[in-house]
């Protein structure tokens, strides 16, 4: 995992000049407002905050921005809240979720009758006009005129009984959205001290060292009472919570590319979790995550984004025909979820709790029994039961019920340590085995009340340091199966070391006593970061292998400066390559297309394209084909990828990958 550099403070607003100024994220624009991006000028359409982190470029956000002039430059990189890497190995990508756009304050009334509407201005729900001699309330996030049209987002509120204010002042509220975590991950070096846990009978706020808590036995199953492995293979993916915003890719677009009919199961990314009620429960909040791009900032590891939840229309919906008014409970990709699972009633939905940003309690929630009891029950109660948090008039007791089929919990990492603000303890180890323990009593206990099958699944780092931290025969028992991170084994942050593959099958090495000459790493730690080598620490620390789902990166790591020889494999790099959203990063959809030459590496099965300078390690259908083969043969459980908004249009990567089931 890595993380950035903290981006430009806000700044309050930028005038217009004859000359246009540079776009900046953390400006104010108002509508009609120049600027230059990427050699073109664009134009505001509407006031508008380009909240830091949201990632509303002028090239991607055509509701805010239209371009008036300019030629079609190299597209320069904005970067996301993808963490940068704070030690060797390998890292999880990070994303980053948009607020929602910040309106023109509402104006005190006077005499019954509020500012004037402004044409151009976004207003969110809740704020109150006057239009025309009536008095208007947006119900939801709306540019538009208002109106007094049922089914439009404005409610009438009736004719006004005074004169209109002109407001004096245009204020920027804080965005009622979020930014949000990230990808799942690999490995960092254990770490050489170790926080130690908080006592059982208390849980301690303060940092002062305490003794280390007799560890609970784990729960005994009864012989043959482990929870069995699927009967056929599990084809999956994550779909990023952030991904509707500046990614554009809606629950609807699962179904439109072709994705939908090879999937049987979808993990939502993420879920949070917060102290509270004296110990520490899942939530759904509206809060910028700061620590997406300053992993050392206060509250880091606290945000949430409730809006994308359950909150905000989609642009693109599963069911056209279903109308959302003002006053529904459920809406967001929750709502869409639920028409999603009407069209595919047998593909299973998890909520993924943790990931790369939100892994922050884990460790102190786990530390005793009362605290895992707590956890679990307050998880079960929001997203299995479907008991939302009220939020904006939205969500509430039973708004979602019956939405998610289960829980995947992506702790980044028990016992090592992940972002630099995770709490972490020597515990972990057998307190991972009692959480997943605890998971699974209480997600038994509801099923036998609902008579409904309620399924429990992990997201594990796959590096040797992070397996032996945890007890997989132990652990196992409680799973339906274990969602391999086997991905973001090198990239940029290490830019100024040899280029190595991202994600590859085999180690490099074809056998025992045989190392890749061209290989500078030989058997170190590093080394066992390939496919081949999780399995088989997994499969001979007892897990069943049926329950061993193999990741699929649906993006590339790369490196630029790549010095032009043995077709850039194991040579220096000066930098990360450019991406879209983040240096050393790219979807697939856009790697296919990119220049260079595809090679693949004879031992480790892996591919990469190599332009002369530019270096990218990524899957290809071929190289998925290989995995596949692979996997039937060790008779492991299936496949999963991160993430869905890394593939193309056409399901490319997601339809090689559903070959595992044939």
């Known amino acids: 995992m890595f993380r950035l550099a903290a981006l430009p403070a806000a700044l309050a607003f930028v005038c217009v000049t004859a000359f246009a100024a540079d776009w900046q994220e953390g400006n104010t624009y108002n509508a009609g407002a120049q600027v230059t991006y990427a050699g073109k000028t664009y134009q505001a359409l509407v006031t508008h905050t380009a909240y830091v982190g949201a ?357 980044e990492f028990p016992g090592v340590i992940g972002q630099p603000y995770n709490t972490v303890s020597a515990a972990d180890k057998q307190n991972f085995t009692l959480l997943l323990a605890e998971f699974r009593k209480q997600l038994d206990e509801l099923a036998a009340v609902n008579k409904k099958e309620y399924l429990l699944t992990v997201a594990i780092g796959v590096g040797k340091d992070k397996i032996e931290m945890t007890e997989p025969q132990a652990y196992s028992k409680y799973l339906n199966w274990i969602n391999m991170m086997s991905y973001d084994f090198n990239g940029g942050w290490a830019a100024q070391g040899p280029t190595d593959f991202q994600s590859h099958l085999y180690p490099d090495t074809a056998s025992a006593n045989y190392w890749d000459p061209k290989d500078p790493s030989k058997r170190s730690l590093t080394s066992y970061y390939n496919v081949d080598d999780a399995v088989n620490l997994l499969i001979n620390a007892g897990v069943n292998p049926k329950k061993l789902v193999v990741g699929i990166p649906f993006y590339g790591r790369g490196w630029t400066g790549v010095t032009n020889a043995n077709n850039g494999l194991y040579q220096k790099a000066t930098g990360a390559a450019r991406g879209t959203y983040e240096a050393g990063i790219e979807d697939y959809k856009v790697l296919k297309n990119a220049p260079g030459n595809v090679f693949v590496h004879p031992v480790t099965k892996q591919s990469w394209k190599f332009d002369g300078s530019t270096f990218w390690s990524y899957d290809t259908p071929e190289v998925i084909q290989t995995k596949i083969d692979y996997a039937k043969a060790k008779g492991l459980g299936g496949m999963f990828s991160w993430s869905l908004d890394g593939d193309d249009s056409n399901a490319t990567l997601m339809k090689a990958m559903s070959k595992v089931k044939q």
């Open 55 to 411: 990632n509303w470029t002028p090239s991607s956000t055509p509701t805010l921005w239209k371009e008036v002039s300019g030629s079609t430059p190299t597209a320069t990189p904005v970067p996301t809240a993808t963490p940068a890497p704070t030690a060797t190995p390998t890292v999880v990508p990070t994303a980053t979720a948009t607020p929602t756009t910040a309106p023109t304050a509402t104006a005190t009334p006077a005499a019954g009758c509020y500012a004037a509407f402004k044409s151009g201005t976004a207003y969110t729900g809740g704020q109150k006009v006057t239009y025309n001699g009536r008095n208007y309330e947006a119900k939801w996030w709306t540019t538009d005129t208002p109106s007094n049209s049922e089914w439009g987002p404005w409610k009438d509120l009736g004719a006004c009984s005074g004169s209109t204010p002109t407001p004096t002042a245009v204020v920027t509220p804080t965005p009622t959205s979020v930014v949000t975590p990230t990808p799942t991950g690999v490995v960092t070096p254990t770490p050489t001290s170790v926080v130690t846990p908080t006592p059982t009978a208390v849980v301690t706020p303060t940092p002062t060292a305490v003794p280390t808590p007799t560890p609970t036995a784990v729960p005994t199953l009864a012989p043959g009472a482990e929870v069995p492995a699927p009967t056929s293979a599990q084809v999956g993916s994550y779909f990023t919570q952030w991904g509707v915003y500046g990614r554009d890719y809606q629950v609807a677009d699962i179904i439109s590319n072709g994705s939908a009919d090879q999937l049987t199961f979808i993990n939502y990314a993420f879920g949070n979790i917060y102290e509270k009620n004296g110990g520490y429960e899942c939530g759904i909040v509206n809060k910028l995550e700061p620590g997406a791009t300053n992993p050392d900032a206060a509250g880091a590891g606290t945000g949430g984004d409730a809006w994308a939840d359950f909150g905000l229309t989609a642009k693109r919906r599963v069911d056209p025909s279903d109308t959302i008014k003002w006053d529904d409970k459920l809406a967001g990709n929750f709502r869409e979820f639920v028409a999603y699972k009407k069209k595919y009633p047998n593909t299973k939905l998890f909520i993924s709790l943790g990931g790369w940003t939100w892994s922050k309690w884990f460790s102190k929630a786990s530390a005793t029994d009362a605290l895992r009891k707590q956890l679990v029950s307050s998880c079960i109660d929001i997203y299995i039961k479907g008991n939302l948090p009220t939020l904006d008039g939205r969500g509430g007791p039973g708004s979602a019920p019956n939405l998610f089929d289960g829980i995947d919990i992506d702790w």
